[in-house]
């Protein structure tokens, strides 16, 4: 049995559901690979490339900013599940101008995102936006200092289904970044200079991958249940609504990239962290010889 190290760099459905079904259905036995899952959150970039990684977008920032030479083999979804949650007042977001938003830093993908959507609606994030820059977690300290009104607004990621949560507390969902900035942030990515693309190992957690892709299309109802592990706060009827709105209608059933989308993104990228795209599309994703990704439903 081959053996390989996986990590995730961040929390939630977003970046660990695809992973967790593969374990919990026993798709990498199946494919002769062993996986030891690891929470990279806090590593740095030389522990992290000695393995492979969930995390698309920060190997795409790590790659543009540091030239670590990054490739994506496999990509889960092109829409980032973060959303803007904000107490009563703004009703958009331009009307989180001098409002207080907590955030992650602009050099994390989360953090670079959120500051590309921003100045879509005219909003410089470090003039008109008092920001509150915190690490990425569970999000719940946020949750607690909207409640208490210290602030405004979060960026939240999918530790929790926002749409819920702003029912429950009369609160806002301003908007989702997959609606604002496509980019595939999640799926399998490797460097080369330590973990060969092609090595069988990385193959099998490929193709494991990909049928926990098919799975989330076919198996609803086990998918829900799955999700559930993740949502403990919710109720099924909000979890399968969370289900059908972000997850099933846009995460892609074979792992392929959108070259299209990605390159748009990558310069949407480069022009926020201010350094050359210094890597095409089909450089970085190498995904089944560039086709393109297929949603289950239109998007």
Do not use: K
């Amino acid at each position: 049995m081959y053996t390989i190290d996986l990590a995730y760099v961040g929390r939630g459905l977003h970046e660990e559901l695809v992973a967790y079904i593969a374990d919990q259905e026993g798709y990498y036995a199946d494919e002769g690979v062993h996986v030891a899952l690891h929470d990279g959150c806090s590593w740095g970039d030389e522990r992290l490339r000695r393995g492979a990684t969930i995390g698309l977008g920060r190997a795409l920032l790590s790659r543009l900013a540091d030239g670590i030479p990054w490739v994506a083999l496999h990509v889960n979804t092109h829409r980032p599940l973060f959303w803007f949650l904000a107490r009563p007042g703004p009703t958009s977001l331009a009307d989180l101008a001098g409002r207080r938003l907590a955030v992650h830093a602009p050099h994390t993908a989360p953090g670079c995102f959120a500051r590309i959507v921003l100045r879509q609606v005219g909003l410089d994030p470090d003039r008109d936006i008092h920001t509150i820059v915190r690490p990425p977690g569970d999000y719940g300290m946020d949750l607690r200092r909207l409640y208490e009104g210290s602030i405004d607004a979060a960026l939240v990621g999918s530790t929790m289904a926002p749409e819920a949560m702003a029912a429950e507390h009369g609160w806002q969902v301003l908007a989702w970044v997959g609606d604002h900035f496509r980019i595939p942030t999640v799926g399998v990515a490797v460097d080369p200079t330590y973990v060969r693309p092609d090595d069988p190992a990385v193959q099998a957690v490929v193709r494991a991958h990909r049928r926990a892709l098919q799975m989330i299309h076919n198996e609803p109802d086990t998918t829900v249940r799955y999700i559930r592990t993740f949502l403990g706060r919710h109720t099924a009827d909000e979890v399968r609504a969370h289900y059908e709105t972000f997850i099933a209608p846009y995460f892609v059933t074979d792992g392929q990239a959108d070259l299209g989308v990605c390159a748009t993104a990558i310069s949407a990228v480069a022009a926020e962290l201010a350094v050359p795209a210094t890597v095409t599309a089909a450089e970085f994703y190498r995904t089944a010889a560039g086709s393109p990704a297929t949603p289950a439903s239109p998007a």
